[in-house]
């Protein structure tokens, strides 16, 4: 589990992510895991994955192996990346897709959000895409920074590393599935 938070404010743009990993009711932190990382740069992208620990190792995978990084610059840039992702997930990664079905689509068993120098965008498990224009949070720990965002997003003296960062401390503070330190980057936006 974990929480994960990206903000555009004042020109600049950055995502954040805690380092927590849980299995079970086990809890594993980044004083004990060399490797706790949830963020992975793909191209001009960064990308913070929620879901279970292995994703990241997937994608990173994945997306190296490519012959060139994926553009991840528009909705539709990403939705067409993730609609052929969620192929090789099933067919290379054995992703478990024995849903409910009530489901109208199979899903990616993941949440991402990504941050590039054109803007902040979320992929749902479904493989919705959408683009935010001031700040989001997925991960179980997300009500909790949607919340500290919201209230801190306004002040002036906050910049958006300060928004994204304070998102995910608030979720580590209240939620027991993240956890400190938090993992940030920042970048100025392309108009």
Known sequence: ??????????????????????????????????????????????????????????????????????????????????????????EHYYLQTGEDKEEDLESSRMDVLIANPRGIFGVAAHRTVQEFSKFYAYGSGSPYALGAMYAAYRAPSLDAEAVARLGVMAAAEFHDESGLPVQSFVMDVEE
């Not at 589990?1 to 954040?16: D, L, N, P, S």
């Not at 879901?51 to 994608?59: C, E, Q, R, V, W």
């Not at 997306?63 to 099933?90: E, T």
């Open 1 to 90: 589990m974990t929480t994960v938070t990206v903000v555009r404010k004042g020109g600049r743009i950055a995502i954040a992510a805690d380092t927590l990993t849980k299995w079970g009711g086990g809890k594993e932190s980044a004083a004990y895991v060399a490797n706790h990382e949830k963020i992975i740069r793909v191209g001009n992208s960064l990308v913070a994955i929620t879901g279970s620990a292995t994703f990241k190792l997937i994608l990173a995978d994945y997306f190296s192996g490519l012959d060139a990084p994926p553009s991840l610059n528009s909705v539709a840039d990403i939705f067409s990346v993730w609609n052929a992702l969620h192929g090789v997930l099933k």
